[in-house]
């Protein structure tokens, strides 16, 4: 199956523009509930304002929410990138944590969010990102029967190689979002139908 996807989706990679894992972070916190393409209509203008982890600590919050709000959930994200920002810029000195257990401690950051910064940003594979597409291919797919995120990751983890973890998330979710979608996917264009065990649903 996944074979067949990264043949079908050879360009699959996070959408989120970034220069750094900073701003990947910053980026993938904006994304809960947003679309990429809002995400990086709003990053463009925020990464002007704010560089570093030190000057959005330093950001004045109404001011953050104010350049994050059509992401949504604006109140919500733009206190936790700035709580996150200070965390980074004094007990990392600056730098974004390279671990899972450093990174789910900051504000707004859970196994997703973590492990998309550390797969995109440091090349490091500690688990497998599991969003909606994700979560939703992957039952669909009999990949998993698991009833949460959490659960469903573990699973894939047990299920694939190490070296494939970084690439199932964005395979799944470019498949997702073309293909298999929540209502109505394109089974006559699937390139797993004959292998996909819900394809008659």
Known sequence: ????????????GTRLLHGNAFQLLVATILSAQSTDAQVNRVTKKLFREYRTP???????????????????????????IKESAKIISGKYRG???RSMHELVQLPGVGRKTANIVLS???GKDEGIAVDTHVFRLSRRLGLSSANTAEKVEKDLM?????????????????HGRAVCTARNPKHGECVLFELC???GI
């Open 1 to 12: 199956m996944l074979r067949r996807l990264a043949k079908e989706y050879p360009e699959a």
């Open 54 to 80: 030190a000057e959005f600590a330093r950001a004045d919050l109404r001011e953050l929410k104010k350049i994050v709000r059509s992401a949504g959930y604006y109140n919500q994200k733009a206190r936790r």
């Open 95 to 97: 730098r974004v944590p």
């Open 120 to 122: 995109y940003g440091f």
């Open 158 to 174: 047990e299920l694939l190689p190490r070296k494939k973890w970084g690439t199932v998330n964005s395979i799944l979710i470019f």
């Open 197 to 199: 065990p819900s394809r």
